[in-house]
């Protein structure tokens, strides 16, 4: 089974990569964007504003500021040579439940601090590192110091850190916590403030001195992270959702789109088929003569002693039956007209015994029509 340095050694470079990444920052923005949300009195309930009583001995005194998030209000200040009175106050803060966590502070010029370039490999035991470098970095052994070391910033591609190693020397750190008098108890950290009165955000007081009193704001803590990040993920999630119900939505209106399109394509052909199909009637229309021009000029040529019983057209084809005195001569007769072709008998002719006419079957061709293109192609592969 791997051990716990094992997986130390594959996450550390995740981790350092991370914390060296914009998304921390991002995080927080977005933790802040929806704590500001929240009204003061909820987020006060829950932990969510850094709360923190600072109380920094001076001489004579003991100076009181209130900080919440970070922003710094002057509440007064007490004189540190009356014990019963201070006694009371910390009476007071401890038995309030919504009590914010007391931190002393201290000057900056009561510590000292030394900024290190270490490895970047170093960042995972930096704390251990900075215990060793104490004894080249300052005039105090490790047990005469209370010590904290942080970040100020990585090189990935040089593989260095830039390090600050904060000492606080034990008596110093007695002798503030001696000006508090009774408040020294209860207390949850010591910080260090710069020149500006800004606190440096390191805790130099022991861990086996410090007070639990914030545990429970740290869970409350925990407890909004944890449900910030279910709201989080759950937003996604139903955007998500909401997009590929979107998506969903679109291809079906796309498929319906294509099938409008489609049934519109078919319909053209459709109608262009049907088009052509018209032209092309009205073309061969066009081609050949009408049945009335060609009654028109059959009567004009066949002789009144000739008689139809019968006329059709059929593709082109006429088919004449009837009787007459001069059967043959009918073949002559209609050679002279340009709307017909090859006019001749089919059959014999013969003499009717009631009329005494001679009785005839006549064919010909429309001029123009599939028949005469048929005939015309036959004759020319014809050898």
Do not use: C
């Not at 470079?13 to 929240?38: I, M, N, Q, T």
């Not at 000292?112 to 704390?127: F, G, Q, V």
């Amino acid at each position: 089974m791997p051990s716990s340095a094992s997986y130390t050694r594959v996450l550390d470079p995740l981790r350092l990569r991370y914390l060296d990444s914009p998304l921390p920052g991002w995080l927080r923005a977005a933790g802040d964007a929806v704590l500001s949300l929240l009204p003061p009195t909820l987020r006060q309930q829950l932990g969510a504003q850094e709360r923190r009583l600072l109380l920094r001995p001076v001489d004579g005194g003991i100076v009181l500021q209130a900080s919440i998030d970070h922003q710094l209000t002057l509440i007064g200040s007490v004189p540190n040579d009356n014990p019963e009175l201070l006694d009371m106050l910390r009476a007071r803060l401890d038995q309030h439940p919504g009590a914010a966590a007391r931190w002393m502070v201290l000057d900056e010029q009561q510590v000292l601090r030394r900024h290190l370039s270490l490895p970047i490999a170093a960042e995972p035991r930096l704390r251990e590192v900075m215990a060793f470098e104490i004894d080249r970095q300052t005039p105090f052994a490790p047990a005469q110091v209370s010590f904290e070391a942080r970040v100020l910033g990585r090189d990935l591609a040089g593989k260095t850190l830039r390090a600050e190693l904060i000492v606080l020397p034990t008596a110093v750190l007695e002798k503030g916590l001696s000006a508090l008098g009774p408040l020294a108890t209860g207390l949850a950290g010591v910080d260090i403030v710069d020149v500006a009165g800004r606190p440096l955000g390191v805790n130099l007081l022991p861990a086996a001195r410090r007070s639990q009193r914030g545990a429970g704001q740290t869970r409350l803590k925990l407890i909004l992270a944890a449900i910030f990040v279910v709201a989080l993920l759950s937003s996604m999630f139903l955007d998500l959702g909401n997009r590929r119900a979107a998506l969903d939505d679109l291809q079906a209106q796309v498929d319906r789109a294509d099938n409008q399109v489609r049934s519109v394509r078919k319909l053209r052909n459709e109608l262009q088929r049907s088009v052509t199909a018209a032209n092309f009637l009205a073309g061969r229309r066009a081609q050949q003569p009408t049945t009335l021009e060609l009654l028109n000029d059959l009567t004009k040529r066949i002789p009144d002693d000739t008689s139809l019983e019968k006329f059709s057209i059929n593709d082109g084809h006429i088919i004449l039956i009837g009787q007459s005195k001069q059967a043959p001569a009918l073949v002559g007769l209609l050679q002279a007209s340009p709307l017909i072709q090859s006019p001749a008998l089919a059959g014999a002719v013969q003499t009717d015994p009631r009329t005494n006419l001679d009785r005839f079957t006549l064919t010909a061709i429309v001029v123009g029509s599939q028949k005469e293109a048929a005939n015309g192609k036959t004759a020319n592969d014809t050898p």
